[in-house]
């Protein structure tokens, strides 16, 4: 693709070579004359006049290094992920159904799925178009997934569960297992019986060994274009709203309630029936108590989760204390 043609499809002006071509993408001091590379401000622009790129992606007021050829967008990062599918794209595979897949017969697989090899469909099972199910997966009974989304190797979805359009779940990733519910009694743990379901919303993305428990009574929900990264568990009864993102090793306990636009780091532990209201932040490594209310666009940190600036002036006053210790004799 020429810069002439990229930066017309991006609907951005460009500076310099319009005919050059590109034929892919690479971080700024690796990328080579056909490459396409970004630059954001920081240490990047700092390197941009050093990069053998062929175009870079800058921000509008990004001062013009001598003789490179530029594409000026409103937010370089965004414009990159935008030109990565299209100087990349993904290679679908063919529709059609392998002939190790097991189904069931009163599965309804749309004619432009693609089905995997050793892959096995239960009963009553719903996939919709374009939709593709690789090598290994596993769909229980009553299954519902929507149209054009891509499960990679050995997921595994259990009875019952609804995935919408325009999913992504990474391989590993168990769907609607049972929460972890047990009830102390006569000096046993009996079991309580998992019977809910789970519904994950259009457009989000499940990350490598990502757990999503069924509910107890009623539903697990993950909304609309929130995206879980590796290794995260959500307990049963979790309701986790639009667009939330969530870092990896995190965990969620059973009924914790996540509003939309939240972020969530790595390693964070969540207790029982905690509320994290819309655009919260909590940072890597946090913990939340049982119950405990995390306001509107605050930013938390540490254990148990405080607001930054709090978290922060303790972590001082800690380090002068420290340093006391040190000069008594």
């Not at 396409?36 to 240490?43: A, E, N, P, Y």
């Not at 299954?143 to 190797?153: F, K, N, S, T």
Request: glycine share 14%; hydrophobic share 40%.
């Amino acid at each position: 693709m020429r810069v002439r043609e990229l930066a017309a499809w991006l609907g951005a002006p460009f500076e310099g070579d319009g005919e050059r071509e590109l034929r892919g993408v690479a971080p700024l001091d690796e990328a080579g004359p056909e490459d396409l590379s970004f630059v954001t401000r920081g240490r990047g622009a700092k390197l941009a006049g050093d990069s053998r790129a062929g175009c870079l992606l800058v921000p509008l007021d990004f001062p013009a290094p001598g003789g490179q050829t530029l594409i000026r967008v409103p937010d370089p990062r965004a414009a990159i992920a935008r030109a990565i599918a299209k100087l990349h794209p993904r290679v679908d595979p063919p529709a059609g159904i392998h002939p190790t897949a097991v189904i069931d017969p009163s599965a309804v697989i749309a004619e432009s799925a693609h089905i995997g090899p050793l892959v096995t469909i239960g009963a009553d099972v719903r996939i919709g178009a374009r939709t593709q199910v690789h090598a290994g997966t596993v769909i229980g009974a009553e299954v519902r997934i929507g149209e054009d989304c891509l499960l990679h190797a050995r997921v595994s979805l259990y009875r019952g569960v609804t995935i919408g359009n325009q999913v992504v779940l990474h391989s590993g990733c168990v769907i609607g297992a049972d929460g972890f519910g047990f009830i102390l009694t006569g000096g046993a743990y009996e079991k309580f019986p998992q019977i809910g379901s789970v519904e994950i919303a259009d457009r989000v993305e499940i990350g490598a060994n990502t757990c999503v428990d069924r509910a107890a009574l009623g539903v697990t929900s993950i909304g609309e274009g929130t995206k879980l990264d590796n290794l995260v568990h959500v307990g049963h009864n979790c309701r986790i709203g639009k667009h939330v993102v969530v870092a990896a090793q995190t965990g969620f306990s059973g009924g914790v309630v996540v509003e939309d636009y939240a972020v969530i780091g790595g390693q964070v532990g969540i207790g029982d029936k905690v509320r994290i209201e819309s655009r919260a932040v909590l940072g890597s490594g946090s913990g939340v108590l049982t119950s405990k209310i995390v306001r509107a666009g605050q930013v938390m940190w540490g254990t148990p989760a405080r607001p930054l600036k709090q978290y922060l002036e303790q972590l001082a006053v800690l380090s002068k204390l420290a340093k006391k210790r040190k000069n008594v004799p």
